[in-house]
């Protein structure tokens, strides 16, 4: 075998030696081989982790695990590379907030919901991670008044609407996250009964946790009506 069909058949584990050298610095990529690149991981990525599980589940690389564990174990007992691989995670903005109008002249308004479908999409865009990408269907001049209003709505989940048909106004926005206006979008609701648990006892706890919950938060809303947890500092 002479060694260019050595390099052929070779197999680079997660990266092609271009790919390496783009993540190293050395050369450029287009936005359409980064999409591609980022596509490739995906698949990769997946086949290592079948790959990982046979190597772990496999009878018949028992003696390799036993002979190699020397070799690895700095990796994956001390340095542990599998949790410090996603501990940089950034919240992200792939949702996209919509705006239609209705009515003429001076009955016109603007309604807004929450498209959540980009989120379906696999492709990877480093916007996502600027909050700004969140306003980027809509075409008209936003204050950073109402950026701050719809950022505080987007993150509060059950403010915005995810349906166009149920659109709501800036002035319906401000009033859910006040607490003025009760309606919430988007929860869920579960009846809960005695059939709901299989222990009795837990049908009774959750019944006495509700009462006492809804007290709790009868005497927040004198604070702050979107009070929902608080944290505590055990360093002081």
Known sequence: MNKKQVQRSSRLALFSENERRYLRGKRPLSYVMKSQLHHNLDQRFDALMEDLNLLNKSPQLKPWRSLRSWKYRTEFTEVNYFSNLFSDVEYGYQSAIRRITKGKGKH???????????TKIQKIDERI???????RHIKIKLTEHDKKLFLDAYHNQSIFP???KDAIT???????LTGVSKIRTN???????????????????????????????KILKKFDSQIT?????FHN
């Open 162 to 164: 995810d349906n166009k």
């Open 170 to 176: 800036i002035d319906e926005i401000k009033k859910r």
């Open 129 to 135: 991670f600027n909050s700004s990408y969140l306003f």
């Open 187 to 217: 929860e869920e609701q579960v009846k809960i009964s005695k059939d709901t648990f299989q222990d009795p006892r837990d049908y009774a706890i959750f019944k006495v946790r509700e009462r006492y919950i809804k007290k709790i938060n």
């Open 108 to 118: 016109k308004k603007s309604l807004y919901w929450l498209d959540r479908s980009p």
């Open 229 to 233: 947890q608080f944290r505590v500092d």
